[in-house]
């Protein structure tokens, strides 16, 4: 729910694109500066939830709040990686044109089903490492752990390196307006 209603990245910026791809600074630079913001305040509201987790609920160790912190940074970076990357592929506004857009609709729907597949793909890899890791270790945690946690962030600076790719390939004179 997040990523639809924070919009200070390339989705909320096809007006000023043309101005982006004048800029003399490297494209993984414009496309990395563009994710600092929104990445930064779902991390906060991400360790809020988990700070009030960890005092609210029973279940919730203190491990298990730094393990989750830990994990929040690079989950959130890749999701709105990917965000960004989906909407730079294929540019379309962020609302509906009426009460009964049904292709705003299913596309809504088509896109959200693949990255939501990806982010758990994502996500499935960085657990099988861990758990291999786990299992060929043997009993510490902090191991698979750090494997694990190093396997999502890579994952997501592959996806950079793609929303990179869908920013020199985005063609401003063929926008929607």
Known sequence: ILPR???CDFRGDLSRMEIYKTLPV???RICA???VV?????YVIALTIIASALVFEDIVTMQMALVLAAF???LTFLIYAVENTVHLLFPTKLVAMGRADFEFLGRSIVEFIAKTIYVFAA???SGAVGLVTSKMMGTTWVLPGLLSWL???LIGLLTLVGLQYA???FAVAETID
């Open 5 to 7: 209603n924070l919009i």
């Open 26 to 28: 490297a494209p993984w």
């Open 33 to 35: 500066g563009q994710l």
């Open 38 to 42: 929104q990445v930064l305040l779902a």
């Open 72 to 74: 929040a940074l690079p």
């Open 123 to 125: 996500l499935a890899a």
């Open 151 to 153: 396997t999502l962030t």
């Open 167 to 169: 920013f020199r390939r």
